[in-house]
């Protein structure tokens, strides 16, 4: 996927996007945009270049870098140069002050991860001096100063502060925490007070930056120690789900929250945003729930958004999404072109932050231990070399199939042996994991548990670690079925057939997709009964494997046509209650396949139960 996104948009965002993301870049001193879009870019492009430890990547992100420490001034105001021009030059962007707290947020998140990557202390001067700044002049002119992001959004900006605070020490920077978090939205009320709960109308929250807002609540926690900060996210998560939660994790909201039919969109920014929020979480506070949750994201909701090279993307997408079209839809914020993939349709903000979903999601595979230790939290096939026991350098390559299989290998090369701890995380949906060496199994860990290995290892020495993994079936909207197993969702496979287009809005061309087979059907409730679901797992997996013809896995089971179940305003008509009345559908009942919903363009996720007579 990495590499995908280096040939594709990320990679080559400042040709593709050159209007934006070109040298006239406010962020790169020119007259051009000046807000979110260009750092939202190297958000994602930093982790990218580093971790591929590509050359013509690095020399992309250096540039911006560059640009910041040397036009920082002397007061510690970093960014595009306020008093320019600040009216919109670019068709369809949302020019701002150049002053917006907002933008500079995004920076601050990418120069954090250059300075890990390299250890650049131009980034630390660039930071302290800033922090300075902001701490002079935020009482002045507050979050919200320039636009209402900075205040919806300050929580990213708090962990900044914070994260350079583990770094230097400096005090002052647990005032400017202060002062941040009591200028900052209070998601925490928010989270806990019902507010997610409420209909008619919804709770007017903009679906990103509940996304972004997750992690507020616990970046303070670090710094008050207050456990009802902790546990709000916990508390507004499950708010979120049942409100307006969906099968993938996702939520409606397609600019305002809303609701949880499964025909509302959900923002391609949601979903990397909730996913770096969880990758903020977990290290945190160790809630394994958080690194449950970033796997449901990164597995099922990530892979689909975009297309199979990372050159065009969906702006929203929908969990029973059966027409992909440049038509209008019943969403909050319809632009036309919403759900094609395409460069600029939509809204561009996707465009620009999409790019931060995988680099950081394998980032956050491995984490350092306090007792010293090394632990795999998230899991991806990945090679991690760690100084553990004090100081001894250690590599683990994890090779795995993993979503696909329930098999993950670790090898452990190490100069010398070394007693350490190796922790692994059990994910919830695992009744019991077996971890287990060339002698045979030598431990069992239970599900939402951390298993720890704490031994002397060798060089060679090879852990096994089994997660079985069980079909699980989960309620929704309407009573609707959704069907898992492990961390993947199940949808049904649809045929599907993209026909590219072009339109005098939008410069680039964009796909369209259309459904070659039926879509409507329900599940039995006798097939539910009596769990007849039969996995065929394939034994050779494809590079690619999100798309319809390299799914990995197949789940065959029974379907039946629910003949008035049909299009409205473009999308899936309203899904029939569940179960469905009693009465002859005169449809035969038929073989059907379900395929990760990753693999998925046109799907059904969330399924009528058919109750036959
Ligand atoms: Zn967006």
């Known amino acids: 996927m990495l590499e995908l996104q280096r040939d594709g948009l990320t990679g080559n965002l400042d040709s593709i996007y050159k209007v934006v993301c070109g040298p006239d870049n406010g962020w790169l001193g020119g007259t051009g945009d000046c807000w979110e879009r260009g750092p939202y870019w190297i958000d994602g492009l930093v982790p990218l270049a580093y971790i591929l430890n590509d050359q013509k990547l690095?020399?992309?992100?250096?540039?911006?870098?560059?640009?910041?420490f040397e036009n920082q001034r002397p007061d510690g105001y970093f960014g595009p140069y306020?008093?320019?021009?600040?009216?919109?030059?670019?068709?369809?962007?949302?020019?701002?002050?150049?002053?917006?707290?907002?933008p500079k947020m995004v920076m601050l998140k990418a120069i954090q991860q250059y300075y890990s990557a390299t250890g650049d202390e131009r980034a630390i001067k660039l930071l302290t001096s800033y922090f300075k700044y902001q701490l002079k002049t935020l009482p002045q002119y507050p979050l919200n100063n320039w636009t209402w992001w900075g205040q919806q959004r300050g929580g990213d900006n708090l962990q900044i502060v914070l994260w350079l605070y583990t770094v230097t020490g400096d005090k002052f920077l647990l005032e400017l925490g202060e002062l941040i978090h009591k200028q900052t939205f209070d998601w925490t009320t928010v989270f806990t007070n019902n507010s997610l709960r409420k209909a008619n109308p919804y709770a007017d929250l903009h679906c990103v930056n509940v996304a972004q807002g997750l992690k507020a609540p616990v970046m303070y926690y670090q710094l008050n120690g207050g456990v009802k900060y902790k546990n709000a996210v916990r508390e507004g998560l499950d708010a979120l789900r049942d409100v307006h939660g969906f099968v993938n994790g996702m939520y409606g909201g397609d600019e305002a929250m809303h609701g949880n039919d499964p025909t509302q969109g959900s923002e391609f920014c949601s979903a990397v945003e909730m996913m770096y929020s969880f990758e903020s979480m977990l290290p945190v506070t160790g809630d394994l729930?958080?690194?449950?949750?970033?796997?449901?994201?990164?597995?099922?909701?990530l892979p689909t958004q975009a297309d199979d090279k990372f050159l065009r993307k969906q702006y929203y997408q929908q969990v029973n999404q059966?027409?992909?079209?440049?038509?209008?839809?019943?969403?909050?914020?319809?632009?036309?072109?919403s759900t094609v993939f395409?460069?600029?349709?939509?809204?561009?903000?996707?465009?620009?932050?999409?790019?931060?979903?995988?680099?950081?999601?394998?980032?956050?595979?491995?984490?350092?231990?306090?007792?010293?230790?090394?632990?795999?939290?998230?899991?991806?096939?990945?090679?991690?070399?760690?100084?553990?026991?004090?100081?001894?350098?250690?590599?683990?390559?994890?090779?795995?199939?993993?979503?696909?299989?329930?098999?993950i290998e670790f090898t452990c090369k190490i100069k010398k042996p070394a007693k350490f701890p190796l922790h692994?995380?059990?994910?919830?949906?695992?009744?019991?994991?077996?971890?287990?060496?060339?002698?045979?199994?030598?431990?069992?860990?239970?599900?939402?548990e951390v298993a720890i290995i704490d031994r002397e290892w060798k060089d060679g020495d090879v852990i096994v670690l089994e997660l079985p993994m069980e079909i699980k079936l989960s309620r929704w909207f309407e009573n609707s079925l959704g069907i898992e197993r492990g961390p993947l969702v199940y949808a049904l496979k649809i045929e599907e057939d993209w026909k590219e287009r072009k339109t005098p809005e939008h410069e680039d061309p964009f796909w369209e997709v259309f459904p070659t087979s039926p879509w409507n059907y329900g599940i039995p409730a006798r097939t539910i009964d009596s769990m007849d679901f039969r996995v065929n797992a394939g034994s050779k997996i494809d590079p690619m494997p999100w798309n319809l013809k390299n799914a990995p896995i197949q789940?065959?089971?029974?379907?039946?046509?629910?003949?008035?179940?049909?299009?409205?305003?473009?999308?899936?008509?309203?899904?029939?209650?569940?179960?469905?009345?009693?009465?002859?559908?005169?449809?035969?009942?038929?073989?059907?396949?379900?395929?990760?919903y990753g693999c998925t363009t046109m799907r059904i996720a969330e399924f009528p139960v058919v109750d036959l007579p």
């Open 555 to 596: 789940i065959s089971t029974k379907g039946k046509r629910i003949p008035y179940w049909g299009l409205y305003e473009n999308s899936a008509g309203k899904i029939p209650n569940s179960p469905y009345p009693r009465r002859d559908l005169g449809t035969p009942t038929d073989d059907i396949i379900l395929i990760p």
């Open 424 to 448: 692994l995380r059990i994910p919830s949906w695992c009744a019991e994991a077996r971890i287990s060496n060339k002698t045979g199994i030598i431990q069992k860990g239970k599900g939402g």
């Open 58 to 68: 690095k020399a992309k992100v250096q540039k911006w870098m560059d640009w910041s």
């Open 322 to 337: 059966v027409l992909v079209t440049n038509e209008h839809r019943h969403f909050d914020c319809d632009y036309i072109s």
């Open 289 to 301: 729930y958080y690194a449950d949750y970033l796997e449901k994201l990164a597995y099922n909701v």
């Open 82 to 102: 306020p008093n320019k021009d600040d009216t919109p030059k670019i068709k369809g962007t949302q020019q701002t002050k150049s002053e917006d707290w907002w």
């Open 342 to 407: 395409g460069t600029t349709t939509g809204y561009p903000c996707c465009l620009t932050n999409m790019h931060q979903g995988w680099p950081k999601f394998v980032q956050n595979l491995w984490y350092a231990t306090s007792d010293s230790g090394l632990a795999a939290l998230v899991y991806g096939p990945s090679v991690v070399k760690a100084k553990v026991a004090g100081g001894v350098e250690v590599e683990f390559v994890e090779k795995t199939e993993y979503p696909f299989s329930d098999r």
